[in-house]
């Protein structure tokens, strides 16, 4: 996944490794002193991409707002994490610690998903979904 943040009117894009979870809120683990996150946490409006298959021109765009994970929120986002790329405690130690040089867990709750989808609308392959 792709997550692009925003500084004083200047874009920055981040390729980062994600999950989700059954609301469709995405979930990935970062050091607190990336730029990303950094940014992220100063303006919460974030877009991100999701590239499903290249040769047919297959993506997801998420457009909504991120945050860090915290307090109760952070063991079910670990569970998570670990069941796509592996259980690693420092993780979750990571994220309870709240220290600005360690990782935590972050969240986009999306606002607007737009499919580009030629395979299964070849017609019109911009699919709008807004999220209540």
Same mark, same amino acid.
């Given at each position: 996944?792709?997550? !692009?943040? &925003?500084?004083?009117?200047? @874009?920055?894009?981040?390729t980062l490794n994600y999950v989700f979870d059954n609301d469709l809120n995405l979930y990935w683990l *970062?050091?607190?002193? $990336? $730029?990303?996150?950094?940014?992220?946490?100063?303006?919460?409006?974030? *877009?991100?991409?999701?590239?499903?298959?290249?040769?047919?021109?297959?993506?997801?765009h998420i457009e909504g707002e991120a945050r860090e994970v915290t307090g109760k929120e952070i063991t @079910?986002?670990?569970?998570?994490?670990? %069941?796509?790329?592996? =259980?690693?405690?420092?993780?979750?130690? =990571? !994220?309870? *610690?709240? =220290?600005?040089?360690? $990782? !935590?867990?972050?969240?986009?709750?999306?606002?607007?998903?737009?499919?580009?989808? &030629?395979?299964?609308?070849?017609?019109?392959?911009?699919? %709008?979904?807004?999220?209540?």
């Amino acid at each position: 996944m792709q997550v !692009a943040t &925003e500084r004083n009117g200047q @874009p920055w894009l981040s390729t980062l490794n994600y999950v989700f979870d059954n609301d469709l809120n995405l979930y990935w683990l *970062s050091l607190r002193s $990336r $730029r990303h996150s950094k940014e992220l946490m100063a303006n919460k409006k974030v *877009s991100a991409a999701i590239l499903h298959d290249p040769e047919v021109k297959r993506c997801l765009h998420i457009e909504g707002e991120a945050r860090e994970v915290t307090g109760k929120e952070i063991t @079910p986002v670990h569970k998570l994490y670990c %069941e796509k790329y592996g =259980d690693k405690p420092e993780r979750l130690a =990571d !994220a309870q *610690s709240g =220290d600005p040089d360690r $990782r !935590a867990y972050y969240v986009i709750k999306p606002k607007i998903f737009v499919l580009f989808d &030629e395979i299964n609308f070849p017609n019109q392959p911009r699919q %709008e979904f807004k999220i209540k």
